[in-house]
């Protein structure tokens, strides 16, 4: 009897030893879905809502542009307003999202332009992100299924490969999204956008990790247009806040209508 207890104990000992063993990666394996880790990151990348300062630089083989902008992000009502502050022939440029509607404001000619879902594939400011990747137009979480393809290492780190097709009558741009993650931080490593025809059209990348409050985010964004060699577009964090206050004026048409 008491042979038996000692057995059980020591198996009792190895089990718990075992269960703290377990890393994060085998826990997000058992628990989470797809879904609920794309969810993470962009709960890690955007809160609630945010306000940052952004610098964007537009490169080609034969120039480059560089932009200074403003962006608050309300991503639990689905609403953004974006203004331009450099360079000059730019300044004041507005931009309102609310819902899956955008709309722009043009200070040179005080006139206010909607942007129809048509367009949600042109470029944003002549760069290689589209009105879709700065509005958030479409939703990660809403309009796609999810569901993880593939790991891989990247370093030290294991990273989630995760499929992104959209759903039957979603409003989207895109044929399909590869997203990798690490699913210990919910950090996003890099992403690809397919068209209708599975053909891979772009690439984003993300890097410079920094800790702003007590979250780590990437500071980096590199958007690859494939096929337009020496062409690509970096935005950098400049300063960030999260889950912020914001006054309801802020997105709306009369905010807009007066150019902030």
């Known amino acids: 009897m008491l042979r038996i207890s000692k057995i059980f104990f020591y198996n009792m000992i190895l089990t718990l030893f075992l269960a703290h063993s377990l890393n994060s990666q085998t826990i997000i394996d058992r628990y989470l879905t797809a879904k609920e880790i794309v969810e993470r990151v962009e709960s890690n990348l955007r809160g609630k809502n945010n306000y940052g300062i952004y610098t ?3 490169r080609t083989p034969n120039w480059e542009r560089t932009l ?3 962006a608050w992000d309300d991503r639990i009502k689905n609403r953004a307003f974006v203004k331009i502050n450099s ?7 507005l931009f309102l999202k609310i819902g899956s509607n955008l709309w ?3 200070p040179q000619l005080e006139k206010i332009i909607k942007i129809p879902p048509s367009m949600m594939l042109q470029p944003w400011m002549g760069s290689d992100f589209n009105n879709d990747d700065l509005v958030k137009e479409s939703s990660l979480i809403q309009d796609y299924t999810h569901r993880i393809v593939g790991k891989e290492k990247v370093g030290h ?3 989630f490969q995760i499929e992104l097709l959209p759903k039957p009558e979603a409003p989207v741009v895109w044929g399909k999204i590869l997203y ?3 699913p210990e931080e919910f950090i996003p490593y890099r992403e690809q956008y397919f068209d209708e025809k599975g053909r891979l059209v772009k690439e984003l990348k993300f890097s410079e990790l920094k800790l702003v409050g007590e979250r780590k985010i990437p500071t980096l964004y590199e958007m690859v247009p494939l096929g337009k060699t020496g062409h690509h577009t970096l935005l950098i964090i400049k300063k960030i806040r999260f889950n912020q206050k914001f006054d309801e004026d802020l997105f709306s048409m ?3 209508r007066r150019g902030r």
């Open 56 to 58: 964007m630089i537009v």
């Open 68 to 70: 200074s902008l403003e």
């Open 87 to 93: 360079p000059p022939k730019d300044k004041d440029t």
């Open 104 to 106: 722009m404001f043009l």
């Open 157 to 159: 780190q294991e990273v």
């Open 180 to 182: 990798w993650v690490t």
């Open 254 to 256: 009369k905010n807009l």
